[in-house]
């Protein structure tokens, strides 16, 4: 082996794909979104199935260009559980704004334990019952459309 240092490039490790990690979405990372669906990430990501929280625990409000689901409230949340890897929940935390904007822990859902994104209820109480055009209502299940 060369005496020689290596390149920034060289030292550069290819992030491991290794899925790892249950995430439940209910937003703009959700399959289909142009954006930042989580199906544009390739092998980092594979989508479990559509899903809901087991429990009627929460509420979603319209932020504008994304929801957020406060764990005060009556109703299902509707979404995605995907299986990602290591790199891509960091990828994920990144987008979330987490542990500043959104705050997470694990949820149960339809399809078993996952990850979920929430916001503070008392950061955003201005927010809750307002209407939207992209909350879609359907009893007491709330999800999302873009």
Avoid: C
């Avoid at 990372?29 to 929280?53: F, I, S, W």
């Avoid at 625990?57 to 689901?69: E, R, S, T």
């Avoid at 979404?79 to 904007?101: N, R, T």
């Amino acid at each position: 082996m060369s005496d020689r240092e290596l390149t920034p490039r060289m030292k550069q490790e290819e992030p491991s794909t290794e899925l790892t990690t249950f995430v439940f979405v209910y937003g703009t990372l959700k399959n289909g979104n142009p954006v930042r669906g989580l199906d544009l990430y390739g092998e980092h990501t594979e989508l479990q199935g559509k899903a809901k929280t087991k429990y009627p625990d929460y509420d979603m409000i319209d932020l504008g260009a994304f929801p957020g689901v406060l764990k005060t409230g009556t109703n299902h949340i509707v979404g995605e559980v995907w299986k990602v890897s290591d790199a891509m929940l960091e990828e994920i935390d990144g987008i979330e704004g987490y542990p500043y904007l959104y705050n997470k822990e694990v949820t149960h859902t339809s399809l078993g334990k996952a990850w979920m994104y929430y916001l503070e209820p008392e950061k955003y109480e201005e927010y809750i019952g307002l209407e939207s055009n992209s909350i879609v209502i359907n009893g007491n299940n709330k999800s999302w459309k873009f």
